[in-house]
């Protein structure tokens, strides 16, 4: 199983980025997927989910309303629209799936950083 983010990067506060995940080696479109982001000396928290064929988002309080989680099934991939970002944004930012109870895997991280 691959997990691998890109699309991070330095943004001005009110801009915008798009994260992608691009997954491998397990079957992507029966499984939900998650974004998760880990700001610095804060735990990791989770950001935002999306069922397995697209139908049921959901997301943190903090970024609703500015956050769009999507994905392409036939491509495997998963994305994190993000707009209107702030400070308080600035993170790295992983992709998550949990394929059974105790089996999970992580991407590699991107990190997001919302400075002026």
């Known amino acids: 199983v691959q997990l691998v983010e890109s699309g991070g990067g330095l943004v001005q506060p009110g801009g915008s980025l798009r994260l992608s995940c691009a997954a491998s080696?397990?079957?992507?479109?029966?499984?939900?997927m998650r974004w998760y982001r880990q700001a610095p000396a804060k735990e990791r928290e989770w950001v935002a989910s999306i069922s397995s064929a697209g139908v049921t988002t959901n997301y943190a309080n903090s970024v609703k309303g500015r956050f769009t989680i999507s994905r392409d099934n036939a491509k495997k991939t998963v994305y994190l629209q993000m707009n209107s970002l702030k400070p308080e944004d600035t993170a790295v930012y992983y992709c998550?799936?949990?394929?059974?109870?105790?089996?999970?895997?992580w991407g590699q991280g991107t990190q997001v950083t919302v400075s002026l």
């Open positions: 998550y799936v949990l394929l059974r109870p105790s089996v999970d895997y």
């Open positions: 080696g397990f079957t992507f479109s029966t499984y939900t």
